[in-house]
């Protein structure tokens, strides 16, 4: 029996990263299967979350668009000064 533990000991020694890939696939299995057996969420609960968030996300992308064109603007100006410094350079030789 102490031969048994000694090897199963050296086993999870030598092979941690295994080890913990297959407990880690086994608890997402499980929580799959318990997930599964979940009773069905109320569709107008999930409709009135889902526009909800879809009110967010538009607003979200106005934002974005917003800072979008400034952004831009600030990190090529300076690639854009650098390159016309040296065509002005270029024709005035």
Same mark, same amino acid.
């Given at each position: /029996?102490?031969?048994?533990?000694?090897?199963?000991?050296?086993?999870? =020694?030598?092979?941690?990263?295994?080890?913990? =890939?297959?407990? /880690?696939?086994?608890?997402? /299995?499980?929580?799959?299967?318990?997930?599964?057996?979940?009773?069905?969420?109320?569709?107008?609960?999930?409709?009135?979350?889902?526009?909800?968030?879809?009110?967010?996300?538009?607003?979200?992308?106005?934002?974005?668009?917003?800072?979008? =064109?400034?952004?831009?603007?600030?990190?090529?100006?300076?690639?854009?000064?650098?390159? =016309?410094?040296?065509?002005?350079?270029?024709?005035?030789?």
């Amino acid at each position: /029996m102490s031969n048994v533990l000694n090897n199963i000991k050296t086993t999870l =020694g030598n092979s941690k990263k295994r080890v913990t =890939g297959i407990f /880690m696939f086994a608890f997402f /299995m499980v929580y799959a299967a318990i997930a599964s057996a979940a009773p069905a969420a109320d569709t107008e609960t999930v409709s009135a979350i889902s526009n909800g968030f879809e009110g967010l996300k538009l607003t979200a992308l106005a934002v974005v668009a917003a800072i979008a =064109g400034i952004a831009i603007l600030l990190f090529a100006a300076p690639f854009a000064w650098q390159y =016309g410094k040296k065509v002005f350079k270029t024709v005035a030789r």
